[in-house]
T-cell receptor, first 115, second 111 residues
Framework: EAEVAQSPRYKITEKSQAVAFWCDPI?????LYWYRQILGQGPELLVQ????????DSQLPKDRFSAERLKGVDSTLKIQPAELGDSAMYLC?????????????FGSGTRLTVV | GDSVTQMEGPVTLSEEAFLTINCTYT??????LFWYVQYPGEGLQLLLK?????DKGSNKGFEATYRKETTSFHLEKGSVQVSDSAVYFC??????????FGTGTSLTVIP
């Protein structure tokens, strides 16, 4: 069964350092999402891509977070500088297209701890 | 705005007990409704979904019925197993939009 690949699985970084996460969606999936899940809460959308274009980044803290999907395939989410409050699980998901008729598949996530 | 409210946990049940996890939603239009499950240290896995009113989603013994009149999508299972221990998330999505997740309900099943 096809999977959404994310790396690393775990990352510990010091406050004020830069950190990056990588996501490789299922082949052919045009829509890609990054979600942040704080411990004890549900995931919240950070950014949505359609191919290489950002469709929604209204909840992305743009002063420190950036995301790209240069060739419309894999994607990178970066935080610089990291803050203690950024400690969370970062989940990537992909879909053939936006809309509830299409299946969404989530990756296993990257657990970030900022110390 | 759109939102999902689910019962707070944690929930602890004995094996073979009946499970209900309540979920209600607020949304304009006609959202699709989902239940996702998250095992420790893992990402989200789709458990079941329903795309229109009165639809029943089912998978692995779990069921949920899309009730538009009560704006609910309660998750049920007749006989839980230890392997069902996980966190369960109710979620909604409308075409072209993002998922809105509830805060999650932790389930522990004891032998």
């Amino acid at each position: 069964e096809a999977e959404v690949a994310q790396s690393p699985r775990y990352k510990i970084t010091e406050k004020s350092q830069a950190v990056a996460f990588w996501c490789d969606p299922i082949s052919g999936h045009a829509t890609l999402y990054w979600y942040r899940q704080i411990l004890g809460q549900g995931p919240e959308l950070l950014v949505q891509f359609q191919d290489e274009s950002v469709v929604d980044d209204s909840q992305l803290p743009k002063d420190r977070f950036s995301a790209e999907r240069l060739k419309g395939v894999d994607s990178t989410l970066k935080i610089q500088p990291a803050e203690l409050g950024d400690s969370a699980m970062y989940l990537c998901a992909s879909s053939l297209a936006p809309g509830s008729d299409y299946g969404y598949t989530f990756g296993s996530g990257t657990r970030l701890t900022v110390v | 705005g759109d939102s999902v409210t689910q019962m707070e946990g944690p929930v602890t049940l004995s094996e073979e007990a009946f499970l209900t996890i309540n979920c209600t939603y607020t949304a304009t239009g006609y959202p699709s409704l989902f239940w996702y499950v998250q095992y420790p240290g893992e990402g989200l896995q789709l458990l079941l979904k329903a795309t229109k009113a009165d639809d029943k989603g089912s998978n692995k013994g779990f069921e949920a019925t899309y009730r538009k009149e009560t704006t609910s999508f309660h998750l049920e299972k007749g006989s839980v197993q230890v392997s069902d221990s996980a966190v369960y998330f109710c979620a909604l999505i409308k075409t072209g939009n993002q998922f809105y997740f509830g805060t999650g309900t932790s389930l522990t099943v004891i032998p």
